[in-house]
Nanobody
Framework: EVQLVESGGGLVQTGGSLRLACAASGFAFDKYAIGWFRQAPGKEREGIACISGSDGTRFYGSVFDTDSVKDRLTISSDNAKNTVYLQMNGLKPEDTAVYYC????????????????????WGQGTQVTVSS
């Protein structure tokens, strides 16, 4: 059974950092792509980043400030632990949302994997709240 379990969310002040983790089980990690998404109340689910479990190729969406995304956001994976991380820095109140990880069977990653409808498996989500 495919399982994805997110952790690491919580309450943080503006400018703070969080590292989310997505622990995967029930499938061959190196044959799947993992994506991170978020959904705020009343809004659509947005693609943040995705990474290949095979070679670590990654794509970032435009959810965070595109001109500084490399400073604010890093997706990484630890294949030994079957875990994907999302490091978020410089958090803002508008980053408040439920953050989800998702998996799809693909050894490669492509830019269209930033779209939620391409994924087959989802975690339950972890709440991130950024106070002003």
């Amino acid at each position: 059974e495919v399982q994805l379990v997110e952790s690491g969310g919580g309450l943080v002040q503006t400018g703070g950092s969080l590292r989310l983790a997505c622990a995967a089980s029930g499938f061959a990690f190196d044959k799947y792509a993992i994506g991170w998404f978020r959904q705020a109340p009343g809004k659509e689910r947005e693609g943040i980043a995705c990474i290949s479990g095979s070679d670590g190729t990654r794509f970032y969406g435009s959810v965070f400030d595109t001109d500084s995304v490399k400073d604010r956001l890093t997706i990484s994976s630890d294949n030994a632990k079957n875990t994907v991380y999302l490091q978020m820095n410089g958090l803002k109140p508008e980053d408040t949302a439920v953050y989800y990880c998702a998996a799809q069977e693909s050894a490669d990653t492509y830019w269209w994997m930033l779209f939620a409808n391409t994924y087959d498996y989802w975690g339950q989500g972890t709440q991130v709240t950024v106070s002003s």
